[in-house]
């Protein structure tokens, strides 16, 4: 990784973009995952690099459905494994969850490097090298998936992901949690929780979230569940970024 002085005012977001290219490099993360790290830095521009009050909501939501879950998994795909693995690997440990390798461009050397750098980082249960099921209603390599894994998930974590298979995870019954920067996309519309915001920032957050909560009543992590509306914090969300920018005008005319 090249290096960035920390004084460098754009340091975060490219450090964020050299994992990314790292994790081409390593053959983890696909040519294509350059472009939606790309579009997604210039949505994070539009709320400001920041996690927004709607995004600490669906953080809060997101926590207490993995808390509540009896068979939860975590997806990773190549973006993911560059960005966050370490991150990915100590949420499975703190909730008894196993990971589970999907990625759209699938090459089996592709999925092995990223199970091996899972567990490299100490994940116990990783699937995804011998998917013996298919998600039903998609005719792409995302359908693959494993019995004790992502198939017989009741709650499936899967930041970055595609919409097609997130549709088709709901159809199958079950709760999906997202990161996805853009409200407006057919992953966020379909999730049972969307959390807008940077996955670098998410992770960290959910992780601290999940451990504060972990004493909690069954009764109050069900109370937070109910009370959450997904579409609503949406809305919030596109509220956020419209505010952010108007703020921005401003600061053109001062």
Do not use: W
């Amino acid at each position: 990784m090249s290096e960035v002085p920390p004084s460098h005012p754009r340091y975060a977001s490219l450090r964020t973009r050299e994992k990314v290219v790292e994790g081409v490099e390593r053959g983890i993360t696909g040519l294509n995952g350059l472009i939606a790290q790309g579009r997604g830095e210039a949505l994070d521009y539009l709320i400001g690099e920041r996690t927004t009050a709607a995004a600490e909501e669906a953080e809060r939501a997101a926590a207490a459905i993995l808390l509540l879950a009896e068979r939860p998994v975590l997806s990773v795909n190549g973006n993911a494994a560059a960005l966050v693995p370490e991150e990915m690997v100590n949420l499975a440990n703190k909730i008894n969850a196993p990971l589970e390798v999907n990625i759209f461009y699938r090459t089996e050397e592709r999925v092995k490097k990223i199970a091996d750098l899972l567990r490299g980082l100490g994940a116990e249960r990783v699937y995804g090298e011998e998917p013996d099921s298919l998600i039903p209603g998609l005719d792409h390599a995302r359908a693959k998936a494993a019995r004790g894994g992502i198939f017989d998930a009741d709650v499936v974590f899967v930041p970055l992901e595609d919409g097609d298979r997130c549709e088709a995870l709901v159809r199958m019954g079950k709760r999906v949690i997202t990161v996805d920067l853009n409200p407006l996309s057919r992953t966020a519309r379909t999730s049972t929780v969307t959390i807008a915001d940077n996955v670098v920032r998410a992770l960290p957050n959910l992780i601290s979230l999940v451990d504060e909560m972990a004493g909690l009543e069954e009764a109050e992590l069900r109370s937070i569940i109910e009370g959450y509306e997904n579409r609503a914090v949406l809305r919030r969300s596109v509220e956020e970024m419209i505010s952010h920018l108007a703020d921005q005008f401003s600061a053109l005319d001062e």
